[in-house]
């Protein structure tokens, strides 16, 4: 399903599946999925050399990424279990009605704030959320988590 969706004409050589991307450094799997023109919601499972992760994955020269769709999620039940890091978030406020005051979870590799939000069902009604990851500022929701990382997050200020 997606194959079909990217364009051949972004593909370079023989091999229709490798893909080049000049002149951009420090890469993530996100800069992949928008150089093919597939959004994070059409995707289920992301694999980077055989490893499942999330969209703030870092992806070098070489690496070989596998994307899969929606309707494919099924297959990959278990591969979450196997390969997380652990993080612990805690809700604030009014936002606690999405989810327990504080929580340990697992999450791929190379999730992202965004992420985060996504698995609370945090909608976008409440705002932007103000975040914090071991007690620093993170302004963006595209900041990367790893293991062992505590997240808070809290209501926009004058918010629940």
Do not use: W
């Not at 050399?49 to 099924?74: L, S, T």
């Not at 990367?144 to 808070?152: E, F, M």
Request: net charge neutral; charged share 25%; glycine share 10%.
């Amino acid at each position: 399903m997606l194959k079909e969706k990217v364009s051949k004409s972004i593909f370079n050589g023989e091999n229709s599946e490798i893909l080049n991307i000049n002149g951009k450094e420090n890469l993530i799997v996100s800069d992949i999925l928008d150089e093919l023109g597939i959004s994070e919601s059409e995707i289920s499972h992301i694999f980077v050399n055989n490893q499942y992760c999330g969209i703030g994955k870092k992806v070098n020269n070489g690496d070989r990424i596998g994307i899969f769709p929606k309707n494919m999620a099924i297959m990959f039940a278990e591969i979450p279990k196997i390969n997380a890091i652990y993080i612990t978030v805690k809700l604030f406020a009014n936002l606690r009605e999405y989810g327990p005051s504080k929580s340990l979870m697992d999450v791929p590799e190379g999730s992202t704030i965004k992420t985060l939000i996504k698995k609370y069902n945090i909608p976008k009604k409440e705002g932007k959320l103000i975040t914090l990851i071991n007690g620093q500022p993170c302004h963006e929701n595209d900041c990367v988590l790893h293991d062992g990382d505590t997240v808070a997050i809290f209501p926009p200020i004058g918010g629940g």
